[in-house]
């Protein structure tokens, strides 16, 4: 190495450079900050599905977990909040400590991640029809648990309200339900009804009426039309996608082009941190 002589008060110093690899610290920060949001992202969203598993009392009573026969949205929360604070945190400490194993861990996982992302996509498009019918079975299956889980039951009014729809492919989908059907046995004050999320709005209501849907199955379809939305929410969902395809699409390519980001920073850094070990 090349060394420089400096001299000052009659002591003589040296100095040495170093001009071999280094890991760039642009790349270690720009890793770190990237992880930190994901690492809190994660904590959020895994913050959110315990409370809401403990608040539910899921925690008191774990056969309750396999009654439920719809989608619990709690588990959403829950996967991908611990999946993305997984990631985060091994991303955070291989980046911090220069942990050539957890930077790759991260890489690895992250672009696995993006691979079955990639492969669902392509999936998808290959057998829509057969995606078809099973967002028609999930909102089927979802009906009929309605009342079963509260959070479920918000996800579905959420959907029906802002897709103007009514069950699966109309109002009567509801018959499946055990308080919505019109069958004799039926003592349920909401027989022959639908959900209030089914109701067309009126601006002059300034209350919800949840009661808006009783006994609405009983009038002619016309009838019905003045009342409550009378399509199903899985053609209103296709008009939806068809309708913001540029915004679905652009989102999606967004989330690739991070992680795709988070892939490459990983593997210059771990590439930085081996040529270094290597000198």
Not at 19 to 28: D, F, I, Y
Request: aromatic share 14%; hydrophobic share 45%.
């Amino acid at each position: 190495m090349p060394r420089r002589q400096t001299q000052g008060q009659g002591r003589q110093y040296y100095y040495r450079t170093y001009r071999g690899p280094e890991v760039s610290c642009l790349t270690k920060y720009c890793l770190f900050g990237f992880n930190i949001i994901f690492w809190l992202v994660g904590a959020a969203f895994l913050g959110i599905g315990l409370w809401a598993w403990a608040e539910k009392g899921v925690l008191t009573n774990l056969p309750s977990i396999t009654q439920l026969k719809g989608f619990d949205p709690v588990w959403l929360f829950l996967v991908v909040g611990a999946v993305m604070f997984v990631l985060g945190f091994t991303g955070c400490v291989g980046a911090l400590r220069e942990n050539t194993y957890l930077l790759k861990f991260f890489s690895t996982f992250l672009g696995l991640i993006f691979f079955l992302e990639l492969t669902a996509g392509v999936l998808a498009f290959v057998f829509k029809n057969w995606i078809r019918d099973q967002l028609n079975l999930f909102i089927n299956n979802n009906v009929k648990a309605y009342r079963d889980d509260i959070d479920l039951q918000n996800l579905i009014d959420f959907a029906q309200d802002y897709w103007q729809c009514c069950g699966a492919h109309g109002p009567g989908d509801w018959d499946q339900n055990i308080y919505f059907n019109c069958s004799n046995k039926n003592r349920s004050r909401e027989k022959c009804g639908v959900p209030f999320s089914c109701c067309v709005n009126d601006p002059a209501e300034d209350v919800v009426n949840t009661q808006c849907g009783y006994d609405v199955r009983l009038q002619e379809e016309l009838s019905q039309q003045t009342y409550i939305y009378t399509k199903g929410c899985v053609p209103q969902f296709e008009k939806w996608l068809q309708g913001n395809l540029i915004i679905v699409a652009g989102t999606f390519i967004g989330i690739a082009l991070v992680q795709i980001l988070g892939i490459c920073l990983a593997q210059n850094m771990v590439g930085d941190i081996e040529a270094v070990k290597a000198n």
